[in-house]
């Protein structure tokens, strides 16, 4: 009972992070689809982002966190569930029973794990570097050209599109699996499904425009 518990508390625990950072997601592509339309305005979001105390100190340590708790516990479900179908004696009989999707977070969230390294490399560390290691005056309207930059590689751009690409699989069975494991069972199930699929394709699509979109507009 005591290990039914603590599985299930466990599913509970990475739905909520895999909520957390659905929510972050649409945040993110909300303030990075900007620079697509104003330059000055993408400067303004990214700078009040970037340097309000309340986002930098309060919601970034808690979104890192997030970030690697998920990464950690999806770890941890994946050995126990290869375990116990090793033991078990209802083997998961493949494509009979399951999406190929469910069957594969495992390799989509390593490849997204891939691309959140890179992407730090990218912008992450370079705005640490800038702000809290050397130190340089603040200026405004660096963020555009920053973000431009970054889009000039055709490798990047390519890295990007298929990070991205692993990324709608991984929310395809991720978004609903979310709302099952948090016991969601009614008549809703089938509108956060489809709500679910529909997220899990045009998020991903908006993040792919914005990088076309830098790459060909340089
Ligand atoms: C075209 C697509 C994307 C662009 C242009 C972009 C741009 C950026 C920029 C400029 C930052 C630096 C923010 C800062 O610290 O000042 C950032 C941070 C970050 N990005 Fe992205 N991003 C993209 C896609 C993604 C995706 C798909 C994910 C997740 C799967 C992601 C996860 C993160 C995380 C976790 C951070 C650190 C947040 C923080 O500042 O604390 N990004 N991104």
């Known amino acids: 009972m005591g290990i039914m518990t603590s599985s299930i508390a466990k599913k509970i625990a990475m739905a909520l992070s895999a909520l957390f950072l659905i929510i972050f997601l649409l945040i993110h592509v909300t303030v990075n689809i900007l620079s697509v339309f104003s330059?000055?305005?993408?400067?303004?979001?990214?700078?009040?982002?970037?340097?309000?105390?309340?986002?930098?100190?309060g919601m970034q340590p808690v979104l890192i966190f997030g970030v690697v708790f998920h990464f950690v516990l999806g770890f941890v479900l994946e050995l126990k569930n290869r375990k116990a179908l090793g033991v078990s004696y209802a083997k998961n009989n493949g494509a009979a029973n399951s999406t190929w999707m469910s069957r594969n977070m495992i390799y989509s969230g390593l490849v997204i794990l891939a691309f959140i390294v890179l992407h730090f490399i990218d912008?992450?560390?370079?705005?640490?570097?800038?702000k809290y290691i050397n130190v340089l005056p603040e200026d405004p309207s660096r963020y555009f050209e920053e973000l431009q930059h970054k889009f000039v590689s055709p490798v990047r751009v390519t890295a990007y599109v298929v990070a991205f690409v692993f990324l709608a699989l991984h929310l395809l069975h991720g978004f609903q699996s979310a709302f099952q494991s948090m016991g969601m069972n009614n008549k809703y199930s089938k509108c956060v499904k489809s709500f679910g699929k529909a997220y899990a394709i045009l998020i991903p699509l908006v993040f792919i425009f914005i990088a076309l979109f830098h790459h060909f507009n340089h």
Do not use: K, R, Y
């Not at 330059?39 to 100190?57: K, R, W, Y």
């Not at 912008?123 to 800038?130: D, Q, R």
């Open 123 to 130: 912008f992450w560390f370079p705005e640490i570097n800038h």
């Open 39 to 57: 330059e000055d305005v993408f400067n303004i979001a990214s700078h009040f982002m970037g340097t309000n105390p309340l986002i930098q100190f």
